[in-house]
């Protein structure tokens, strides 16, 4: 008999001539029917080409065993860890993932909520889109009380799990190493501050300069997109004013490759005139010229950490619940600040 991609049980039923009760019951291993009914319904199976319909299966036991995953770029270091993190954790649980990507795009992002809803994932992990500011589209998942976690960049108005970094540490002790090192007119490049990581960031950063009593001027705080285009126009603003500073920390390390290229272009010398922290810990990082001081934080930790949660409320049948996740976070110094 030919192969057909759409072989059913019944298929198999009819070429064996028995009941397709009796070949289902087969392919489950089921007790009641013989070793050899089980042998010989295994061998047409494997001879006509059939595969099991696990969507349909899973349907009719109202659980598809998959998650869905929302991000904002794949290319960005953190998010592709977090991924992996998401994905090896899922699969040891016998989950499957569908990733969409928002290009921090909201109505992209919205679009990925309804292909996912359709999709009828089991519960959905997400990192909202850079310029997301109404999140409406979400309520798909929590008015239906389907489980929804968010990481990194989250939603406090959402009663749901959330899985971040100590952000506010991690501009703590940037700030303070840079301090440290003898800096004493401090620049911040932030993110949006709709968005709680960087309004974190932000604070963290504050507190160290209260903190070692230094002034705290409003033109060395610059909210920005952290690309890098709009990392070249916050260094260009910075390090062309009347009176520049002598470091930034940049929210992204992105941003911070952008200042360090600009700097160099403009022969200002990085660290001694110059001393620039990142935060991430991008690959490239290490490999800049000179090397990249970062705030390290583990987007593989943090993927696998949601993952985790979101399966333990799926499993246990919780539905959406609030708890927020802290991860720590640690200072890498190279030579971008390593002052003399």
């Known amino acids: 008999m030919k192969k057909d991609n759409n072989i059913t049980i019944h298929d198999i ?3 064996l001539n028995i009941s397709g009760s009796t070949v289902s019951r087969a392919l489950n291993n089921n007790s009641r029917i013989s070793d050899k009914t ?3 319904v295994r061998e047409m ?3 006509l080409g059939y595969q099991p319909n696990a969507l349909a299966s899973n349907l009719r036991t109202s659980c598809t065993k998959t998650i869905g995953v929302i991000i904002p770029r794949i290319s960005r270091y953190f998010f592709s860890s977090a991924i992996t993190g998401i994905e090896e954790f899922a699969r040891k649980k016998g989950y499957n993932v569908i990733i ?3 290009n921090d795009e909201e109505e992209r992002e919205a679009d990925c909520v309804q292909t996912l809803f359709a999709s009828r994932v089991d519960g959905i992990i997400s990192s909202v889109a850079i310029n997301t500011t109404n999140h409406d589209h979400y309520k798909t998942f929590t008015n239906r009380n389907i489980p929804l976690v968010f990481f990194d960049r989250i939603v406090d108005e959402l009663e749901t799990c959330k899985v971040v970094v100590d952000d506010f540490k991690g ?3 940037a700030a303070e190493h ?3 090192k003898g800096c004493k007119r401090i620049a911040h490049v932030s993110g949006p501050q709709h968005l709680n990581i960087y309004i974190n960031r932000l604070q963290g950063y504050l507190k160290a300069m209260r903190k070692h009593k230094l002034v705290i001027a409003e033109d060395l705080i610059l909210e ?7 990392g070249l126009l916050c260094a260009k603003k910075l390090l062309e004013s009347a009176n520049p500073p002598d470091a930034i920390f940049a929210a992204n390390d992105t941003t911070a490759l952008s200042i360090i290229l600009y700097a160099k272009e403009n022969n200002i010398n990085i660290p001694e005139q110059l001393a620039v922290v990142g935060f991430s810990n991008e690959p ?3 490999y800049l010229s000179p090397s990249l001081t970062t705030i390290e934080q583990s987007g593989f930790n943090v993927g696998t950490k949601a993952t985790e949660l979101l399966l333990d409320i799926i499993s246990n049948k919780t539905g959406n619940k609030q708890e927020t996740i802290v991860l720590p976070v640690n200072l890498l110094e190279r030579e971008s600040s390593n002052r003399k």
């Open 13 to 15: 039923a009819k070429a």
């Open 38 to 40: 089980k042998k010989a």
């Open 45 to 47: 199976a494997n001879k």
């Open 100 to 102: 969409c990507q928002s």
């Open 171 to 173: 501009g703590f002790i």
């Open 178 to 180: 840079l301090i440290s």
């Open 224 to 230: 920005s997109s952290l690309t890098r285009e709009d």
């Open 284 to 286: 490239f990082s290490e």
